[in-house]
């Protein structure tokens, strides 16, 4: 460590209130004291190293420019690969996403839980659920719920671990597979927490569309997102951009998304200060 530079280093930290000079030193202000590595919210661990997933993908902001010039994501461009294709060769990246996703809402979970009726459905699919974390909450709280989470194998194996854990197995499936492709088939619900913003609206339509032919006819699509312009923060809409070539869309931009597969927006639940549920159903079903 060089003693000069480090100076340099802290004093700027003071600068921006993150470090406060003291007769002995420094230390961190209470702003300051989220980034230590025992605050125990993840940031040191995952948001703010360079190898981790949030650190690599924050480091394709170099190539801001290419994403406004062209609408495209950058991170291809700086790393020769898509942000998923880059998960899947490297599972470190993939660990500390995954762990990423289930840390960002754990303490919101029960207010989620909470705030819409989910056992007005006897089955549920999390397509892309992650983890499991919050389909094991929504199991937990109705007893008579059964659900079924898709998600790619790695993750798909985690959240078999979370429903274990948690005494679930017997009211589970775990399908380790893409939303590219065919999903479970029949069921009351089709919950997609986070996953239209993560793509442009040509590869939204097509897991739409695989949600659609997969749902009971009675079936509802259930969309949360930090809706555009009401919950969506600018950090988050250019991220999204920035990294996988999505973005948050506004309510009408659903609407119309979910029109071209028949789907009727019914109802908008607000599920916290950040997240809504959007509440499709097809039209067919006249219900
Ligand atoms: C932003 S995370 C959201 C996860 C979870 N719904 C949540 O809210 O915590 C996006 C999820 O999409 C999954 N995913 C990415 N590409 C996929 C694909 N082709 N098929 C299925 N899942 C995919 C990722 O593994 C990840 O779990």
Same mark, same amino acid.
């Given at each position: 460590?060089?003693?000069? @530079?480090?100076?340099?280093?802290?004093?700027?930290?003071?600068?921006?209130?993150?470090?406060?000079?003291?007769?002995?030193?420094?230390?961190?202000?209470?702003?300051?004291?989220?980034?230590?590595?025992?605050?125990?919210?993840?940031?040191?661990?995952?948001?703010?190293?360079? *190898?981790?997933?949030? &650190?690599?993908?924050?480091?394709? %902001?170099?190539?801001?420019?290419?994403?406004?010039?062209? &609408?495209?994501? @950058?991170?291809? =461009?700086?790393?020769?690969? *898509?942000?998923?294709?880059?998960?899947?060769?490297?599972?470190?990246?993939?660990?500390? %996403?995954? +762990?990423?996703?289930?840390? /960002?809402?754990?303490?919101?979970?029960? /207010?989620?839980? @909470?705030?819409?009726?989910?056992?007005?459905?006897?089955?549920?699919?999390?397509?892309?659920?992650?983890?499991?974390?919050?389909?094991?909450?929504?199991?937990?709280?109705?007893?008579?719920?059964?659900?079924?989470?898709?998600?790619?194998?790695?993750? @798909?194996?985690?959240?078999?671990?979370? %429903?274990?854990?948690?005494?679930?197995?017997?009211?589970?499936?775990?399908?380790?597979?893409?939303?590219?492709?065919?999903?479970?088939?029949?069921?009351?619900?089709?919950?997609?927490?986070?996953?239209?913003?993560?793509? *442009?609206?040509?590869?939204?339509? /097509?897991?739409?569309?695989?949600?659609?032919?997969?749902?009971?006819?009675?079936?509802?699509?259930?969309?949360?997102?930090?809706?555009?312009?009401?919950?969506?923060?600018?950090?988050?809409?250019?991220?999204?951009?920035?990294?996988?070539?999505?973005?948050? /869309?506004?309510?009408?931009?659903? =609407?119309?998304?979910?029109?071209?597969?028949?789907?009727?927006?019914?109802?908008?639940?607000?599920?916290?200060?950040? =997240? +809504?549920?959007?509440? %499709?159903?097809?039209?067919?079903?006249?219900?």
């Amino acid at each position: 460590m060089d003693s000069a @530079a480090l100076d340099l280093l802290l004093a700027h930290l003071a600068s921006l209130d993150v470090m406060q000079q003291t007769t002995a030193g420094y230390r961190t202000t209470e702003f300051g004291a989220n980034l230590r590595a025992d605050a125990g919210n993840g940031f040191t661990n995952m948001l703010l190293r360079l *190898d981790s997933a949030a &650190g690599r993908a924050e480091l394709a %902001f170099v190539e801001l420019a290419h994403s406004i010039t062209t &609408g495209q994501a @950058a991170y291809p =461009r700086r790393y020769g690969k *898509d942000f998923w294709a880059d998960l899947a060769e490297q599972p470190r990246l993939r660990e500390s %996403f995954d +762990q990423q996703m289930t840390l /960002r809402f754990q303490h919101q979970v029960p /207010r989620i839980v @909470a705030a819409f009726d989910w056992s007005r459905f006897a089955n549920i699919v999390d397509v892309s659920g992650g983890q499991g974390t919050l389909l094991a909450a929504i199991l937990t709280a109705h007893p008579e719920m059964h659900g079924h989470l898709v998600d790619l194998a790695p993750t @798909a194996a985690d959240a078999s671990r979370t %429903f274990s854990a948690h005494g679930l197995d017997d009211r589970t499936d775990v399908t380790a597979g893409s939303f590219f492709d065919p999903l479970p088939a029949g069921a009351d619900a089709y919950l997609l927490f986070d996953i239209l913003h993560d793509w *442009d609206d040509e590869h939204a339509h /097509r897991i739409l569309a695989r949600c659609v032919a997969a749902a009971h006819p009675t079936g509802r699509i259930l969309v949360v997102e930090a809706v555009g312009r009401q919950r969506s923060t600018s950090e988050m809409d250019l991220a999204m951009l920035v990294i996988c070539g999505g973005r948050e /869309r506004e309510l009408d931009e659903f =609407r119309t998304l979910g029109l071209a597969h028949g789907l009727i927006l019914d109802t908008v639940t607000t599920l916290t200060e950040e =997240r +809504q549920l959007l509440e %499709f159903r097809l039209e067919a079903s006249g219900l």
